[in-house]
């Protein structure tokens, strides 16, 4: 993302000249073009502010410009504007259309307006900001940074395309460009609510945790009934293991605006983990009535049957989820957990394998995959994933200890005394050195094995198989000393 916005930045420099300077008066076109794009009502004020007004403003005017959706507030400051001789009264007949087509998301034929129009003003950045925020309803990112790094070459002075940029960098996993291009929209407009909203994510984004609550709260305090940023802070707080607090939020969300299913859905994914469970399924199938293709629910719900214990149900969720979503690139490991839970190794093998294909550099799925192949007694199998699994993740102890129950299994005993000592090295558990005390007996080195089962006994002495292990091969050694 970021080479993008060079090559575009460079391209659109060298072609643009800006289309309104700083100084120039907003005229009717540019108010619409900034209203259809979203642009904010305190946004659109103070600019107003800044440069002025060109609209002649008329009692026609006026109704026209309300039923586009130029807020009463706007309108209010325009009529306190006294414009300059040559004031205009028309404005583009086609805005107004296009405004009311994104207001009922008819996304598409608003796209095609825009579209026609910028043909015959390519540098009207206002033109652009509007045509990048339809491109990014569509869900198309990519032209949303065009059009928006335009606006911006175009307009740089107009802080909403700034926040905008930040938001598609945000997107882009981009966390320093989105701070970045939030706090150049702040240096516009100190009072920027959503130039804070902005800058918070990008602080999530960089897992700045207090960073991103202080600058979500500084938003909040300009624009203290958005919803948005009160989902926001739940997952912040969601992710800093706070988990009331992240209910509160969302909560708190939904009381502003019901009918967002990303917020049912992280809800009720909070309350599953708090074994909430009818309140979970609550939220979660409420998410699902308004988003029934959205893969992500129906994954949230059938990790909340699992966390319940209806496998079955979580099973058939699965199935939903990868019928319609066959191309859904999670869930697979989670599918496979529900199988082993009812001891159905065979599918739970099949879906761990789509897993690692899905994800072939994931060290916990072939990790798991091996360990499910070691209780299918597949060894040889479940050898080579966990090879890979140590391969992918040297320092884990799991990985060790069964690829060494593996390879003692296969009677490859001082390669699996490798893997065992390596278990030990990360983590001196008493299962860790039982299994190492094991594999030193195979190879009948029985005063070691010893005394790795008595650090065994003594990191667990309320473990009976362990003290009963020691003392037979107490007596085994005695044995074989008195003959």
Known sequence: MRSKLILCSTAIAALLTPALAADSPVDCNHLLAW??????????????????????????????????????????????????KGAHRACSVSLPIAAAMVHNKQYADADDILSRLIDDDPRNGAL??????IKQQQGDWNSAFDE???????????????????????????????????????????EDAEAYRVLGLGHYANEQYESAMNAFQESLARDPKNAEVY????????????????????????????????VHSSLGEVLGQQKRFNDAFSELNAAKAMAPAEPSVREALANV???????????????????????????????ARAYMAKKEFAPAVTELKLAVEQNPSSAAQHRALGQLLLLSDQHAESVRELRIAVELDPESASAHYYLGTGLLVL????????????????????????????????????SDALAEMQVASRLDPDKKLYRAREEELMKLMRAGSER
């Open 231 to 262: 989902y926001e802070m739940g997952l912040v707080a969601r992710d800093q293991g706070a988990p009331e607090q992240a209910i509160g939020y969302f909560k708190k969300s939904l009381q502003l605006k019901p009918q967002v299913w990303q």
């Open 148 to 190: 928006y790094s335009i606006s911006k070459e175009a307009e740089p002075d107009f802080a909403p395309v700034h926040n905008r940029l930040a938001l598609v960098f945000y997107q882009g996993d981009d966390a320093e460009n989105t701070i970045g291009e939030a706090r150049t929209a702040l240096s516009m407009d100190f």
């Open 305 to 335: 049957y699992y966390g319940k214990g209806d496998y079955d149900a979580s099973i058939a969720e699965y199935h939903e989820l990868f019928r319609l979503s066959p191309s859904w690139r999670r869930g697979h490991d989670s599918l």
């Open 128 to 133: 652009h900001f509007a045509l990048g925020y």
């Open 411 to 446: 009677q490859q005993l001082p390669a699996a005394l490798k893997e065992f000592q390596e278990a030990v090295r990360i983590e001196p558990s008493a299962e860790h050195h039982y299994a190492l005390a094991a594999c030193l007996m195979n190879l009948g080195r029985d």
């Open 35 to 84: 209203t259809t794009g979203g642009a904010s009502t305190s946004s659109l004020i103070r600019i107003l502010h800044s440069r002025g007004s060109s609209i002649g403003l008329t009692l026609a005017l006026e109704a026209e410009l309300h039923s586009a959706g130029v807020s009463s507030e706007v309108l209010v400051v325009l009529h306190g504007l006294q414009p300059g």
